[in-house]
C-alpha cells in the first residue's frame, strides 16, 4: 500500500519533521487518571479494537489515534502472571495502518475515536506484528507506546522508510509530499468530526506499565 498524507492546509510549507516536533512539544506524554481518554474504540477494558488513542499529559488537548483497517486489528497483551517488565508482557501487535495526530479527542466507547482539530493524517503505514512480538523489534509497538510518551521516533522511522521509496523524507514540507502525489491537503478540520461522548475512563493503566 503507497502512503497518502492528509494534512491541515495552514501546515502546508511546515516539513513533516517541524509539525511532528510541534505535536509531540504539546503532547507531552500520556495523560492518566478520571479525565484520561486513552483506550481502544471498543470500550471499557477491552484489549483489542480497531483504534487506540490517548491525549497529552495535564489537561492537554493534544492527542493521537492509531488506527487498523481490520476488525479489532489492534490488540494488547496484558499477563498479570509475569514481570510488568518482561518482553512478553504489556506490548501492543496486530496491523497499524493509520496514525493521525491533532487535539480534542472525542468518540470511544463503542464509537470510532475522532479529533476536534487535526495536524495530519498517515495512512498505509502497513505494520504489523505477530501476537507472540513481545516487545523488541515490535514495530506496532514503538511506534504507539512512543507516541504516548509523546515520542515521535518510531512514527518518523516508519515514514521515512516509505517516503525514502519516492526520494523524500520527514524533511519535506507537506506541499512537496502533495507536489509528489502522495498527500493533500484538507480543511482545519478532521473529516469525521462530530463524533461525542468522550471516553471517561483510565484505559492506558497497563500499557503505562
Known amino acids: 500500500m503507497t502512503i497518502s498524507i492528509t494534512y491541515n492546509s495552514v501546515f502546508g510549507a511546515f516539513s513533516v519533521q517541524d509539525a511532528l516536533s510541534a505535536w509531540s512539544t504539546g503532547f507531552n506524554t500520556a495523560g492518566h ?3 484520561n481518554t486513552g483506550g481502544f474504540n471498543t470500550g471499557g477494558r477491552a484489549m483489542s479494537g480497531e483504534q487506540y488513542a ?3 499529559a495535564n489537561s492537554s488537548d493534544y492527542a493521537f489515534i492509531a ?3 481490520t476488525d479489532n ?3 494488547y497483551v496484558f499477563n498479570p502472571k509475569i514481570s510488568p517488565g518482561d518482553n512478553m508482557n504489556h506490548y501492543l501487535w496486530g496491523e497499524l495502518d493509520t496514525v493521525t495526530l491533532g487535539s480534542g479527542l472525542n468518540g470511544g466507547n463503542g464509537a470510532h475515536f475522532g479529533l476536534d482539530d487535526f495536524t495530519a493524517s498517515f ?3 502497513d505494520l504489523s506484528a ?3 512480538a513481545g516487545r523488541a523489534g515490535n514495530a506496532v509497538q514503538d511506534v504507539i507506546y512512543g507516541l504516548m510518551k509523546g515520542n515521535v521516533a518510531g512514527l518518523e522511522g516508519a515514514l521515512n ?4 521509496e519516492f526520494g523524500l523524507s520527514t524533511e519535506s514540507t507537506f506541499d512537496d509530499l502533495a507536489a509528489a502525489g502522495l498527500a493533500h491537503a484538507d480543511a482545519p478540520l478532521a473529516a469525521d468530526i462530530g463524533l461525542v461522548g468522550v471516553q471517561d475512563v483510565a484505559q492506558d493503566w497497563a500499557l503505562a506499565a
Do not use: P, Y
Open 54 to 56: 490517548t491525549h497529552g
Open 73 to 75: 486489528g489492534l490488540n
Open 130 to 132: 505477530a501476537s507472540d
Open 67 to 69: 488506527g487498523s483497517d
Open 33 to 35: 487518571g478520571t479525565g
Open 123 to 125: 495512512n498505509g503505514l
Open 161 to 164: 522508510n516509505l517516503l525514502s
